[in-house]
């Protein structure tokens, strides 16, 4: 059984017990996503399979069999950073840094969700093709990934940014 992690194809570990976040952290030394509550609380693990948001404390390695996962480290290959990431910078969407990556990933799994037209509670007409990205669409999706610092204000920012017309 194979899991291709950003770009390379890795062995799921024997133990099928093994969480995709052990199996990344502690089996490919990828410590991108970060194991904050470890019960799908904070969003500090998140990342992407096929392209969708997981929580990676909640996954087994097992259950990626056959499909694409893409951590914090896959948005930036060759080292160019992903446009997200740039605006993080820009925009001081971090302090301490630590739930950043799952932040990050977590906005780019909506991005994706926003361009399929998927509603959130808070989508005002659930008949339209398209959702566009208002200061209470990205603050109500961005709502599972918490900052302990309370970078809040830049992280929104970035976002808006990066995936919205009008920045809020």
Request: aromatic share 4%; proline share 4%; charged share 20%.
């Amino acid at each position: 059984m194979t899991i291709r992690i950003n770009g390379s194809t890795a062995e799921i570990p024997g133990d099928l017990r093994v969480s995709l976040l052990d199996f990344l952290r502690d089996h490919l030394h990828l410590f991108g996503a970060k194991k904050g509550c470890n019960q799908g609380a904070c969003g500090a693990c998140t990342v992407l399979v096929d392209g969708e948001r997981v929580l990676s404390c909640l996954a087994l390695a097992v259950q990626c069999d056959g499909r694409s996962v893409t951590t914090v480290e896959g948005l930036a290959p060759n080292g160019e950073l992903h446009p997200l990431q740039k605006a993080f910078i820009e925009h001081d969407g971090f302090q301490c840094g630590y739930c950043t990556p799952g932040q990050i990933c977590s906005a780019v799994g909506m991005s994706q969700e926003l361009r399929r037209g998927v509603p959130s509670h808070v989508t005002a007409d659930l008949s339209e093709d398209s959702v566009s990205l208002s200061p209470d669409e990205l603050r109500e999706r961005m709502s599972g990934n918490l900052c302990r610092c309370g970078a809040y204000n830049g992280i929104v920012a970035a976002i808006a940014e990066t995936y919205s017309e009008t920045p809020t």
